[in-house]
């Protein structure tokens, strides 16, 4: 299910839904195909790891992907959820804004 993502790399979510609704984190991948983000300490699983020459092996927690209509941008100005909306700045730039305050999200 690709389509067009409002949300990159680096950008501030709230989680909507789910375990850790209300949380905010960094959006540290983004799968386009299976229409999923990964955010920075929200969704966290742990794993059992067996030992190899890379990794010592045990339990590790880690992130897990959460859906991408569960999350929202997170406003600059007030730090709630926040859709996304496009500008055309006057040298011929196409910007991302919050449509909650109007704010530049791309600088």
């Given at each position: ?24 984190g ?26 190899s ?49 109007g ?5």
């Amino acid at each position: 299910m690709a389509g067009k993502f409002r949300i990159r790399r680096g950008d501030e979510v709230v989680v909507r839904t789910g375990r850790d609704r209300g949380r905010t984190g960094e959006v540290i991948r983004v799968d386009r195909e299976h229409a999923r983000v990964v955010v920075r300490g929200v969704n966290i699983a742990r794993r059992h790891m067996r030992p190899s020459p890379a990794n010592p092996g045990g339990i590790v927690e880690r992130e897990l992907p959460i859906h991408v209509s569960n999350v929202a941008l997170r406003d600059p100005s007030d730090g709630r959820p926040t859709k996304v909306g496009y500008r055309r700045m006057e040298d011929g730039r196409k910007v991302r804004t919050a449509k909650r305050s109007g704010d530049l999200l791309d600088d």
